[in-house]
């Protein structure tokens, strides 16, 4: 821990861990609020499953276009307008009651989603050196697992209580202090977007994304699928109470794995990091067909999370190593545009599927898309060599000088 010791002494790095975390414990509230406001109003797993789905696909839509506006205008702006519109829709979607409302506001909700993970991201380049980046990426990691601890804890408690309009309300509220305080930090203020090449390349035709892409698009849909089909299943036996215990687990057990993934050392390249996460995590995956909401799933929950968030800070070093320059957020946003579209069109089947098939295939189904996803990531290692190269001791001197420089 004497890592993580030293990385706080980077004067920046409280700032990105605290101003942001309210948000992003919004967001881990957001999923289960949609799912339980729409299933306490209409009595219906499919289309609370369905409203999941559209308000994912809406913010998917544009998180590649949010990205991109990012990249070439900074961050301020967009912050400072999205985050009281987000707050805006929470409210208006806490006030609907019948079936195309519900919809709608939740399409809108997504559409007006503000930019926190892709704003907080590059933000970490500045705020430490290149050599520091794989640690830095665990805390964030972390943080982003705790806010999705305690989001669904404070959901769940506050939608199945004696008043469940007081869910949104606090998503809204948190989102706004999240937002707000990221917005007026100073180094998201005077953040300054990285110069483009002279010679561009479209980063549809840049190989790493477009192999990243079709890793994304079975990921996406398989754990839009797990989002929904665990909810439903204990909504289904009547334990819905069990969710946020599931999620908790899998949450804590989050942020241990993205502590210990950054202190994976740095002789091993961030690639042989990643596939090596990316087995383990198809195997502890492979029980989930065959588990009951309660302390078996709690538990294969624990596992998947633990495993997943060290996948998260490799695939984060992965996604660095083979960007195209000038676009620290604009490849995150697209490929959250295609990961996210079908984890939307996963979370709208996940409610069906639980209801008309059965909620035990539809956790199969993310096992299945996880196989999927390691066996790409294999096939085309090839094209993700960048990622696979250690850093020279010159270059490592060379970034902690920039980093100096850039600090004084």
Request: some cysteine; charged content about 15%; glycine content about 10%.
């Amino acid at each position: 821990m004497k890592r993580y010791a030293e990385l706080f002494r980077f004067p920046n790095v409280w700032v990105l861990v605290l101003s942001a975390f309210p948000a992003r414990v919004a967001y881990g509230m957001v999923g289960l609020g949609i799912f339980f406001k729409v299933e306490q109003e209409l009595n219906s797993v499919a289309l609370a499953g369905l409203a999941v789905g559209v308000n994912a696909a809406a913010g998917a839509a544009t998180a590649g276009i949010r990205g991109t506006i990012i990249d070439r205008n900074g961050m301020k702006w967009p912050l400072r307008i999205q985050v009281p519109g987000y707050a805006i829709m929470l409210i208006a979607l806490n006030g609907a009651t019948d079936k195309s409302s519900l919809l709608i506001f939740s399409l809108l909700l997504g559409l007006t989603a503000p930019p926190i993970n892709l704003s907080v991201r590059p933000l970490w380049r500045d705020a430490v050196s290149d050599e520091w980046l794989r640690t830095a990426y665990a805390v964030d990691t972390a943080v982003m697992s705790a806010a999705g601890v305690i989001g669904p804890v404070i959901v769940t408690a506050l939608a199945l209580s004696s008043t469940p309009s007081s869910a949104l309300y606090t998503c809204a509220a948190l989102m706004l202090i999240g937002g707000g305080s990221l917005a007026i930090t100073k180094i998201a203020r005077n953040w300054i977007p990285e110069e483009k090449p002279e010679v561009k390349v479209s980063m549809w035709r840049h190989r790493p994304l477009q192999l990243l892409v079709v890793e994304g698009c079975f990921i996406g849909f398989g754990w839009g699928v797990f989002d929904v089909a665990v909810p439903a299943f204990a909504t289904l036996e009547d334990v819905p109470h069990r969710t946020a215990w599931i999620f908790t687990a899998m949450g804590v057990a989050n942020i241990i794995g993205g502590l210990l993934g950054g202190l994976v050392s740095k002789k091993t390249t961030p690639l042989g990091a990643l596939r090596k996460t990316y087995f383990a995590w198809f195997i502890v995956s492979l029980p989930l067909a065959f588990l009951y909401p309660d302390w078996p799933m709690v538990i294969g929950g624990a596992f998947m999370g633990l495993v997943g968030g060290a996948i998260q800070v490799f695939y984060w070093e992965v996604m660095e190593a083979v960007r195209p320059q000038g676009s620290p957020t604009g490849m995150m946003g697209w490929l959250w545009t295609i990961e996210g579209t079908l984890m939307s069109i996963g979370a709208a089947s996940g409610g069906v599927i639980s209801e008309k098939v059965s909620p035990n295939f539809a956790l199969g189904i993310t096992t299945v898309c996880i196989g999927i996803g390691y066996t790409i990531l294999t096939i085309g290692r090839g094209r993700l060599a960048d990622a696979n190269k250690l850093p020279t001791d010159e270059e490592d001197l060379a970034a902690m000088k920039d980093n100096a420089t850039t600090n004084q």
